[in-house]
Protein backbone atom coordinates (compact mmCIF):
# COMPACT_ATOMS: atom_id res chain seq x y z
CA UNK A 1 0.00 0.00 0.00
CA UNK A 2 1.64 3.38 -0.88
CA UNK A 3 0.90 6.24 1.09
CA UNK A 4 -0.29 9.61 -0.40
CA UNK A 5 2.83 12.31 -1.01
CA UNK A 6 0.80 14.84 1.68
CA UNK A 7 0.99 11.98 4.28
CA UNK A 8 4.54 11.39 3.76
CA UNK A 9 5.55 14.87 3.59
CA UNK A 10 3.85 15.49 6.82
CA UNK A 11 5.49 12.07 8.72
CA UNK A 12 8.67 13.69 8.16
CA UNK A 13 7.70 16.79 8.89
CA UNK A 14 6.68 15.21 11.70
CA UNK A 15 9.92 13.04 12.74
CA UNK A 16 12.47 16.25 11.52
CA UNK A 17 10.17 18.18 14.64
CA UNK A 18 10.48 14.78 16.68
CA UNK A 19 14.37 14.77 15.99
CA UNK A 20 15.49 18.95 16.91
CA UNK A 21 13.06 19.01 19.58
CA UNK A 22 14.75 16.16 21.51
CA UNK A 23 18.31 16.32 20.46
CA UNK A 24 18.20 20.28 20.88
CA UNK A 25 16.23 19.59 24.32
CA UNK A 26 18.87 17.47 25.68
CA UNK A 27 21.86 19.76 24.58
CA UNK A 28 19.90 22.48 26.50
CA UNK A 29 19.30 20.29 29.22
CA UNK A 30 22.92 18.75 29.82
CA UNK A 31 23.79 22.90 29.80
CA UNK A 32 21.28 24.32 32.12
CA UNK A 33 21.82 21.38 34.56
CA UNK A 34 25.43 21.13 34.77
CA UNK A 35 26.69 18.69 31.82
CA UNK A 36 24.74 16.05 34.01
CA UNK A 37 24.58 13.90 30.33
CA UNK A 38 27.47 14.51 28.94
CA UNK A 39 28.33 14.62 25.32
CA UNK A 40 27.63 10.35 25.39
CA UNK A 41 24.04 11.35 26.86
CA UNK A 42 23.10 13.80 24.05
CA UNK A 43 24.74 11.51 21.47
CA UNK A 44 22.58 8.62 22.92
CA UNK A 45 19.84 10.63 22.94
CA UNK A 46 19.98 11.66 18.55
CA UNK A 47 20.37 8.17 18.05
CA UNK A 48 17.53 6.68 20.06
CA UNK A 49 15.02 8.80 18.79
CA UNK A 50 16.01 8.22 15.47
CA UNK A 51 15.95 4.34 16.38
CA UNK A 52 12.35 5.21 17.39
CA UNK A 53 11.56 7.22 13.90
CA UNK A 54 12.93 4.92 11.98
CA UNK A 55 10.95 2.26 13.21
CA UNK A 56 7.47 4.60 13.86
CA UNK A 57 7.89 5.95 10.16
CA UNK A 58 9.93 4.10 7.93
CA UNK A 59 6.79 1.99 6.46
CA UNK A 60 5.20 5.47 5.63
CA UNK A 61 7.93 7.80 4.22
CA UNK A 62 11.06 5.44 4.03
CA UNK A 63 12.30 8.07 7.29
CA UNK A 64 14.54 10.40 5.47
CA UNK A 65 14.19 12.69 8.79
CA UNK A 66 16.34 15.60 7.27
CA UNK A 67 14.28 18.14 4.94
CA UNK A 68 17.12 18.83 2.91
CA UNK A 69 16.52 14.62 1.33
CA UNK A 70 12.85 15.29 2.16
CA UNK A 71 12.53 18.01 -0.63
CA UNK A 72 14.42 15.82 -3.05
CA UNK A 73 12.35 13.16 -2.23
CA UNK A 74 9.27 15.05 -3.07
CA UNK A 75 10.84 16.38 -6.34
CA UNK A 76 11.40 12.90 -7.31
CA UNK A 77 8.45 11.02 -6.66
CA UNK A 78 6.62 13.61 -8.28
CA UNK A 79 8.94 13.58 -11.22
CA UNK A 80 8.41 10.13 -11.80
CA UNK A 81 4.70 10.20 -11.49
CA UNK A 82 4.72 12.74 -14.58
CA UNK A 83 6.91 10.95 -16.57
CA UNK A 84 5.75 7.94 -18.86
CA UNK A 85 7.14 4.40 -17.08
CA UNK A 86 7.89 2.75 -20.74
CA UNK A 87 10.42 5.52 -21.12
CA UNK A 88 12.23 5.65 -17.98
CA UNK A 89 15.34 3.31 -17.39
CA UNK A 90 16.08 1.18 -15.23
CA UNK A 91 18.71 1.52 -12.64
CA UNK A 92 21.75 -0.79 -13.40
CA UNK A 93 24.36 1.29 -12.55
CA UNK A 94 24.13 0.92 -8.48
CA UNK A 95 23.92 -3.16 -8.84
CA UNK A 96 27.31 -3.01 -11.66
CA UNK A 97 29.16 -0.60 -8.95
CA UNK A 98 28.67 -2.33 -5.97
CA UNK A 99 29.72 -5.81 -7.43
CA UNK A 100 33.41 -5.06 -7.50
CA UNK A 101 33.25 -4.38 -3.79
CA UNK A 102 31.19 -7.49 -2.70
CA UNK A 103 33.46 -9.75 -4.28
Known amino acids: MTSS ?6 VEAFATFALVFAGC ?5 DAERGEPLGAVGVAATFGLV ?3 LVYATGHVSGSHINPAVTIAFVGVVTSRSVRD ?14 RPCCG
Do not use: D, H, W
Not at 5 to 10: E, F, I, K, M, Q
Not at 85 to 98: D, I, K, Q
Open 5 to 10: LGRRCA
Open 25 to 29: GAIVV
Open 50 to 52: IMV
Open 85 to 98: ARTSRPRLEGRFSA
